[in-house]
């Protein structure tokens, strides 16, 4: 299903190191405190547009009381943590245009390119500001998004994170890094000792509901959440993530989205967090309004580009999907699963080996993993690269382990139908596949062939027939499902079925296979006739079969059909005492 994006993950390392990025002019705001309680007031309350108004308002009056008031780096400060990143960015280069401007400015322009995702031009600027721990905590991320081990190492060291007693900023700007490597365990270890050393830190709360909410653990994620949100109840990554909680614990996207109600235009909501509640108003509402609001964000929310993809795949856009994807390199489970599933479809779609190859490899890759093989998506990953290697016996195990899970679930229920099925467990996929309600699945033909056989191999031929009778008469695919039942029918002794499909594939395609077939299947009705063993059907049906039997016969104008349905006529007549070509008949070809 579509992919609830909970926070703006993107951006959450990054936060933390620049947390403390005005310390350098925070002093000169406290002198003058006393002048302009307001701007304190404004920053204290994170009310950063009130706090602009009034700095371009200082900058726009001569008023002496404002002459001391380092008005550009807190606009720098200010833009910033609105996420107006391109302005902020465009103060500080300002700043640095002065020769006697502080280095440090240099680290919060890093700060800005950080976020802005221009990670080699953050890494320079860095390299030009002082060493300090905010110089190391940026480049601690950017060495994390190039996977620069050795600096991360290095970095590791420099900020001395192994030490609990180092800045908060510090151990914050790790565990950051943790959960963006999908560390989520290690991420929050760290989020509870420091929520138990600083109580009143409360956005703490926040993060660790992040990595609850990562760990699938709902309802936890809510109860931490709840601690911020009695104190800050407008805060829109919070109530997004309360949004998305409800989601996943309810799976109602009505109710989900009813969450953002508490937030209002006037909260002071940043355009990143808005565009991020609109992407997962379409996770809600299943996909409508995708194509207007997912492609702008597909290189700002990760989550974005992974529903585009869910999106064409449940519209059946294979190609669109794949182009997606193809080149996108997998980082989280979730993202290797969805690059399996389409690789799967257009496998399939194409008849392609290497692409139905490369599928077992992702899917390999999640269920063979040891973080996620005792997971619920980490099973299904395993079950679905057995699938494709047609393992069916031990796609089983891991289906029936997760099976309690997904027991309403439609496509859960068409793929272990068919596993069952494979393995000729006929009665259990017959109950499983009729639980199957999505009219796609319904209607498609690998659906209606596997059910058939599995009526057939259930004795309930007449089941299976229905089912071709309910067809498209224009079909292309009515010739192959009447062959599945033909021959399924004949290799079970259910001759008269089988003779009424060979009847209609005969007059399809004249071809000896389907007249011997058809000839067989007749011979094969009147014999159990005469021998009793047409079960327990009433007499008179069992008389209307074999009269059936005998004109399908008659209608093939062949030597040898017609030596047969002699033959066939005269025992009647002689034992019986009827006539089997002009006894009546309510025979239904299609």
């Given at each position: 299903g579509f992919t609830g994006s909970s926070s703006l993950e993107m951006n959450l390392s990054r936060l933390k190191p620049v947390l403390m990025a005005a310390s350098s002019f925070t002093q000169t705001s406290k002198q003058v405190s006393e002048k302009r309680p307001a701007l304190d007031d404004f920053i204290s309350s994170r009310n950063f547009v009130g706090a602009i108004t009034l700095l371009e308002f200082m900058r726009s009056t001569r008023i002496?009381?404002?002459?001391?008031?380092?008005?550009?780096?807190?606009?720098?400060y200010c833009n910033f943590h609105l996420g107006e990143y391109q302005k902020a960015m465009d103060i500080y280069k300002e700043i640095l245009r002065d020769p006697a401007a502080s280095p440090e400015f240099h680290l919060y322009l890093a700060c800005c390119l950080l976020y802005m995702g221009l990670y080699r031009e953050a890494q320079?600027?860095?390299m030009l500001g002082p060493v300090c721990p905010l110089q190391y905590r940026i480049l601690f991320n950017i060495a994390h998004k190039f996977n620069d081990d050795a600096q991360l190492i290095k970095c590791h060291k420099e900020l001395d994170i192994d030490n609990p007693k180092c800045p908060i900023e510090n151990q914050l700007c790790f565990a950051a890094v943790y959960f963006l490597r999908n560390h989520f365990e290690e991420a929050s270890d760290t989020y509870k000792r420091l929520v138990l050393e600083h109580p009143e830190m409360l956005a703490l709360n926040v993060y660790?509901?992040?990595?609850?909410?990562?760990?699938?653990y709902y309802d936890l994620s809510m109860e931490m959440l709840n601690n911020y949100l009695q104190v800050h109840p407008r805060s829109a990554v919070a109530v997004n993530l309360k949004a998305c909680n409800q989601y996943k614990?309810?799976?109602?996207?009505?109710?989900?989205?009813?969450?953002y109600r508490a937030l209002s235009d006037s909260d002071g909501i940043t355009e990143a967090e808005r565009a991020l509640i609109e992407h997962n108003k379409v996770v809600f509402r299943s996909g409508e309004g995708a194509l207007q609001v997912l492609p702008p964000l597909v290189d700002v929310i990760p989550e974005a580009r992974l529903n585009l993809v869910i999106y064409h795949l449940r519209n059946e856009d294979i190609q669109d999907a794949y182009a997606l994807i193809k080149d996108f390199p997998p980082s989280t489970p979730q993202e290797f699963i969805l690059k399996a599933v389409v690789n799967t479809f257009v496998g399939q779609v194409s008849v392609s080996e290497e692409h139905l190859k490369q599928a077992q490899h992702y899917f390999n890759l999640v269920g063979s993993s040891t973080t996620e093989c005792d997971t619920i998506p980490g099973r299904q990953a395993m079950a679905s690269c057995l699938f494709l290697l047609k393992h069916f016996d031990e796609v089983l195990i891991y289906l029936r382990s997760i099976k309690a899970f997904y027991f309403a679930d439609d496509t859960f229920n068409y793929n272990y139908g068919l596993a069952l099925a494979a393995t000729s467990q006929y009665k259990e996929a017959e109950e499983t596949l009729l639980l199957v309600q999505n009219?796609?699945?319904?209607?498609?033909?690998?659906?209606?062939?596997?059910?058939?056989?599995?009526?057939?191999?259930?004795?309930?031929?007449?089941?299976?027939?229905?089912?071709?009778?309910?067809?498209?008469?224009?079909?292309?695919?009515?010739?192959?499902?009447?062959?599945?039942?033909?021959?399924?029918?004949?290799?079970t002794n259910q001759y008269y079925y089988a003779a009424k499909a060979f009847d209609v594939l005969e007059r399809i395609d004249p071809h000896p296979d389907y007249l011997d077939g058809k000839r067989g299947a007749c011979v094969g009705v009147f014999q159990q006739y005469?021998?009793?063993r047409m079960g327990a059907l009433d007499?008179?049906?069992?008389?209307?079969?074999?009269a059936e039997a005998a004109q399908m016969l008659r209608t093939s104008q062949h030597p040898t059909c017609e030596k047969a349905m002699m033959t066939i006529r005269k025992w009647i007549l002689e034992n019986q005492g009827w006539d089997v070509l002009t006894a009546r008949t309510d025979q239904t070809v299609a």
């Open positions: 002496k009381q404002y002459e001391d008031v380092p008005i550009q780096p807190w606009l720098g320079q600027e860095a660790m509901a992040f990595c609850y909410f990562k760990l699938d614990l309810f799976t109602n996207g009505k109710t989900a989205e009813q969450e009219e796609r699945i319904l209607k498609d033909i690998c659906y209606l062939s596997w059910l058939a056989r599995c009526f057939v191999m259930n004795h309930r031929p007449q089941a299976a027939w229905e089912k071709y009778l309910a067809m498209d008469p224009q079909s292309p695919e009515n010739f192959g499902f009447l062959q599945l039942i033909a021959n399924d029918c004949y290799t005469i021998t009793g007499k008179s049906i069992q008389q209307q079969q074999v």
